[in-house]
């Protein structure tokens, strides 16, 4: 009988372990993430839209820059624009001559909850600062996952 070595390779299994960690890590970081933007009304994507705005203050971004820009490739970006501007968070303006041509830019009040959310996020990242990593670990780290991910 052939058996397989999948499971006792250890290239497999260091893969796997990695892999592991990185999605624990992940869902880990957008929980606590998700607590911090609970009291504000938002989520993480559209806290994501806000971001990505807020990079062109003075200008308008139509919905194909924003969605290019998101981190959840799987988010619905008109409906997350929608949300946002019923919180007159951002305004959308629709091209009269091509109605699928859609300008979007972030609002005053929507600057003031980036603000407040950004003091949050800061409070509730010390900790992984406090962390055992020194910054070039946290380099490393960075540069690993970009690799990772390429």
Known sequence: MVETKI????????????ITA????????S?????????FGIS?????????????????????????QMMHKMSNATRLVEKLRLKNMVTRQIDNENRRKVEIKITQKGLEL?????????????????SKLCPEEFNRLAELLDKFRT
């Open 7 to 18: 499971d006792t390779d250890p290239i497999q299994q260091a893969r796997k372990r990695a």
């Open 22 to 29: 990185i999605l624990t890590t992940g869902y880990w970081i």
């Open 31 to 39: 929980d606590r993430l998700s607590e911090v933007l609970k009291p």
């Open 44 to 68: 993480e994507q559209q806290l994501n839209v806000l971001f990505i705005l807020k990079k062109q203050p003075d200008q308008a971004c139509n919905l194909s820059e924003v969605q290019s």
């Open 114 to 130: 980036l603000g407040k959310v950004e003091s949050r996020l800061n409070e509730c990242h010390l900790p992984f600062y406090d």
